[in-house]
């Protein structure tokens, strides 16, 4: 692996890093307390091409490549995790679309995908389907000149704020796994209603819904792939987006780690800094180890994704899901211990920390639980 930038590279990676601490960070605390959706931090990484790290140059994209946006991602979540984790799931889903979709798909979705105008959310699992995805229920039945879905899906991030929506279902419930094709809807389709914002533990700056979908008729135009080939589409999305959220949970870390050293340095008790106290040294210093290790996975799957490009088969599924299962249980850990150096104060929502241990604890459950990153890790070591 070749871990060198280039000078372009470097100068994306220096700008992210000045938007995330002086733009960003700032109003993190107002986002999360607000429960809504900042269109405006969504809108500044469009302006400032961040968005179009994935995409090629002939939709508006900079091509910078799947490494260089997963720093990006971590730089962005270190300011503000809400943020980071829209860039994510958007990434996510109009990268779905430049792989699988067709030119006039590509044309339509993805130049204000990437300016950041258009938001896409990624709407796969069901009240009743979270983990086995394979047995979604959401009916697409196939009617003359395109399809009519029923169903639900539940849990969409930024659903009430989404502009086009990248949806998993199935032609028919029988098929199991060959049944399962995804589809491109747009807010506004008559037949689809969006459900009032699920009250969170953390992230108050995105928004989770469902999504209701009643005779919702959708033209064949809109069909994302082949028929039957959608659970593929799926899981080879999800492991770039599980990269995006172990990026998303080490900028996090990195901002807990930030928070509880600068505040150790402050602190007084028993007439020194905490610093000074071997206990809280030896804590930063784990924090900072396992976080350093969570960013090495998520980079090395990163890089790995990069070259992998449209292959399919050479998706780096177990290094994804070791990435994402790490450095998010890894993550908690870190925020936890920011809490503890903090003391009573890190307890308040005065000061910045229990904000991110709040949050961070969802990383673990989304885009996979990491039981289910678990078993992904082990299934490939076995067949290896
Ligand atoms: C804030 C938030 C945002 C989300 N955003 C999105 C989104 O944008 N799009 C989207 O499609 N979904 C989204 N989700 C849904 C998320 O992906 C699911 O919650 C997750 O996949 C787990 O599914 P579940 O909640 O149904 O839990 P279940 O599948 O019911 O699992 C319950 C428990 O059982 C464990 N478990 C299940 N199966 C196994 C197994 N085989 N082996 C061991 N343990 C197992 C799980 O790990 C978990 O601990 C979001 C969820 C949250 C909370």
Redesign the pocket.
């Known amino acids: 692996m070749d871990f060198s930038y280039s000078e372009e590279e470097l100068e994306v990676l220096d700008l992210v890093r000045q938007v995330a601490d002086e733009q960003l960070a700032p109003n993190l605390a107002a986002i999360d307390e607000s429960g809504e959706f900042s269109r405006g931090n969504f809108k500044l990484l469009g302006e400032l091409g961040i968005l179009g790290a994935l995409f090629p140059e002939e939709y508006g994209g900079t091509d910078l490549g799947f490494l260089t946006y997963a720093m990006c991602v971590e730089e962005v979540s270190r300011g503000d995790f809400n943020t980071g984790l829209t860039m994510s799931?958007h990434s996510m889903s109009a990268s779905t679309i430049l792989k699988f979709g067709t030119k006039s798909q590509k044309e339509k979705y993805l130049p204000g995908a990437i300016a950041g105008t258009n938001l896409l959310?990624?709407?796969?699992?069901e009240p009743d389907?979270?983990?086995?995805?394979a047995s979604i229920k959401c009916h697409a039945k196939k009617v003359s000149g395109g399809y009519l879905l029923n169903g639900e899906?539940?849990?969409?991030?930024?659903a009430l704020d989404a502009d086009q929506f990248v949806l998993w279902a199935t032609i028919d419930p029988q098929l199991g796994k060959t049944g399962i094709t995804s589809f491109i809807i747009e807010k506004g389709t008559k037949g689809l209603g969006i459900g009032p914002n699920?009250h969170?533990m953390g992230?108050g700056g995105t928004t989770?819904s469902s999504l209701i979908l009643t005779d919702c008729f959708l033209p064949n135009e809109n069909r994302l792939g082949e028929e039957g080939k959608g659970l593929r589409t799926a899981l080879n999305s999800l492991s770039g987006g599980r990269i995006g959220i172990a990026a998303n949970a080490t900028g996090v870390s990195q901002r807990a780690i930030n928070e509880a050293a600068a505040y150790s340095k402050k602190r007084i008790q028993f007439d020194v800094p905490i610093c000074e106290f071997q206990g809280i040294q030896w804590k930063l210093a784990d924090m900072d180890t396992k976080c350093e290790a969570g960013r090495l996975l998520y980079r090395k799957a990163a890089y790995m994704k990069q070259f992998a490009g449209n292959d399919i088969n050479k998706d780096p599924i177990k290094e994804a899901s070791q990435a994402k299962c790490y450095a998010t249980d890894v993550g908690l850990e870190i925020c936890s211990e920011a809490v503890q150096i903090f003391g009573g104060y890190g307890y308040s929502r005065e000061y910045p920390v229990e904000r991110l241990m709040r949050y961070i604890k969802?990383t673990q459950?989304?885009?996979?639980?990491?039981?289910?990153q678990r078993?992904l890790i082990a299934r490939e070591l076995l067949k290896s």
């Open positions: 799931v959310a990624f709407a796969l699992s389907y979270g983990s086995d995805s899906k539940a849990w969409i991030t930024n699920e969170k992230g989770t969802v459950i989304f885009e996979g639980s990491n039981e289910i078993n």
